[in-house]
């Protein structure tokens, strides 16, 4: 049986990146979501994660992250407006139609 894509946001953050290493480290293939390409996110594909470029504000450039993926590890990030977030993440998810969805509880 084919494992899942697993998409992790956060992936770069200190809880993001501890998923990723333990995702990578079970052989899970993933797809790592960053603000911005750096030394963190350039490190993360080194290791074998697949990484995307998304404004966690637009539906759209969510969408098109979670395209090809079937669940996320969604690490929402503290933020004045990160309701807005949320529902923008949520929104694409169910656009995605990913089969689950993990959030880490605030």
């Known amino acids: 049986m ?5 998409l992790v946001t956060g ?4 809880t993001g990146r ?3 290493d333990e995702l990578l480290a079970k052989g899970v293939p993933l797809r790592a979501v960053v603000h911005s390409e750096d030394a963190r996110s350039a ?3 080194r290791r074998g994660a697949e990484v995307v470029v998304a404004d966690m504000f637009d539906p ?3 969408l098109a992250a979670m395209r090809g993926t079937q669940r996320a590890y969604y690490l929402p990030f503290y933020d004045p407006y990160m309701v807005q977030s949320a529902t923008a993440f949520a929104v694409a998810a169910q656009e ?11």
């Open 2 to 6: 084919r494992q899942p894509k697993i």
């Open 43 to 45: 490190a993360l594909e």
């Open 18 to 20: 501890a998923v990723v």
């Open 96 to 106: 995605a139609k990913l089969e689950a969805v993990v959030s880490l509880g605030q």
């Open 60 to 62: 759209d450039q969510l």
């Open 11 to 14: 992936a770069t953050g200190r």
